[in-house]
């Protein structure tokens, strides 16, 4: 059974920093990308950056952009996600989503993360999903 368990959220001022945890299990970690998403209420949900845990190759949203950082620790099959700068705006719950090295989609992540596209983060890319974790940035 494929699980994707995201941690770390919680509430934070803004300028503040959280750490945000995808531990992955089910499927073949070493080649696949995982990406995380964010969701705010009454907007749609956002992707925000991805990985291919193969190359370490990666994307970031605009927004997210400087302040963001994804990382992969494939001995331990986690992709974290750095937030610093945390802005009001940040405000979300935070899914990580994951596309498996078998799958004929992981091709066009990494296509389009190779030329900086947003379709790298194009949720109908992605197989497996998290349950989410919420992030509050407070003003």
């Known amino acids: 059974e494929v699980q994707l368990v995201e941690s770390g959220g919680g509430l934070v001022q803004t300028g503040g920093s959280l750490r945000l945890s995808c531990a992955a299990s089910g499927f073949a970690f070493a080649g696949s990308a995982i990406a995380w998403f964010r969701q705010a209420p009454g907007k749609e949900r956002e992707g925000v950056s991805c990985i291919t845990t193969s190359d370490g190759n990666t994307y970031y949203a605009d927004s997210v952009k400087g302040r963001f950082t994804i990382s992969s620790d494939n001995a331990k099959n986690t992709v974290f996600l750095q937030m610093n700068d945390l802005k009001p705006e940040d405000t979300a719950v935070y899914y990580c989503?994951?596309?498996?090295?078998?799958?004929?989609?992981?091709?066009?992540?990494?296509?389009?993360?190779?030329?900086?596209?947003?379709?790298?983060?194009?949720?109908?890319?992605?197989?497996?999903w998290g349950q989410g974790t919420q992030v509050t940035v407070s003003s």
């Open positions: 989503a994951a596309v498996s090295g078998s799958s004929p989609k992981l091709l066009g992540v990494k296509l389009t993360l190779r030329v900086g596209e947003s379709g790298a983060v194009d949720p109908r890319r992605y197989d497996y």
